[in-house]
Each structure stands twice: as structure tokens, then as C-alpha cells.
Nanobody, 114 residues
Framework: QVQLVETGGGLVQPGGSLRLSCAAS????????????VDWYRQAPGKQRGFVAR??EYAHAVGDRFTISRDNGKSTVYLQMNTLKVEGTDRYYC?????????WGQGTEVTVAS
């Protein structure tokens, strides 16, 4: 019903930038407002998955360094990450919930290290 495919992860130095992409498709996305509801989470090894960004809201830890945006024509949600901090490796996931079901992509790994 929903397919989410994240790309754009990789190794980046502290202070650097990276843009993640989430290609979204499926019948749920045609529901009014659904595409705007796609958000981003991340998970470090051995830790719980945590919220990163959604429309008009960001996790305190990322502040104004991250920006979520959308290209409706490409059905893609982006996460622009600037001034990245040394936090090891996180796997970033895009997500949407609909009809009581949570949909996740496979994630894309981001490592911030010098």
C-alpha cells in the first residue's frame, strides 16, 4: 500500500552537509494530505528509533540545522542536514502512518566522522 525508499546516506565529516531523499509511492499517498505527513526518524545501533523532522516540527537535537522539504511532482521528501555533528552512525528512515498502520522505508545510513 505504501513504498518508501530512502537514499543519500554516506560518510560525512563533522560540520558537513548531506541531503537524504525519500521516494514515496502507493495508494495511501493519494489521500489528501498524506504526502505532507511523511516524516523522518533515525536510529543509532542499540538505541530506539527517534523522531527527527516533520512538517513544521523538528527534534530539539537537530534544531534549525535540518530542513524537511517536498517535491510533489517527484513524490519525494527530502531531509537537508547541515552542520552535522559527530554522533557516530545513524540510520535514517522515512515514515508515514495511515489507517492505523505505520509504514517505514529500509533506511539509509549516515556516519558523521572525521
Amino acid at each position: 500500500q505504501v513504498q518508501l525508499v530512502e537514499t543519500g546516506g554516506g560518510l560525512v565529516q563533522p560540520g558537513g552537509s548531506l541531503r537524504l531523499s525519500c521516494a514515496a509511492s502507493g495508494s495511501l499517498l493519494s489521500t489528501r494530505g498524506a504526502f505532507q505527513a511523511v516524516d523522518w526518524y533515525r536510529q543509532a545501533p542499540g538505541k530506539q528509533r527517534g523522531f527527527v523532522a516533520r512538517r513544521y516540527e523538528y527534534a530539539h537535537a537537530v534544531g534549525d540545522r535540518f530542513t524537511i522539504s517536498r517535491d510533489n511532482g517527484k513524490s519525494t521528501v527530502y531531509l537537508q542536514m547541515n552542520t552535522l555533528k559527530v554522533e557516530g552512525t545513524d540510520r535514517y528512515y522515512c515514515h508515514i502512518a495511515g489507517n492505523g498502520v505505520h509504514y517505514w522505508g529500509q533506511g539509509t545510513e549516515v556516519t558523521v566522522a572525521s
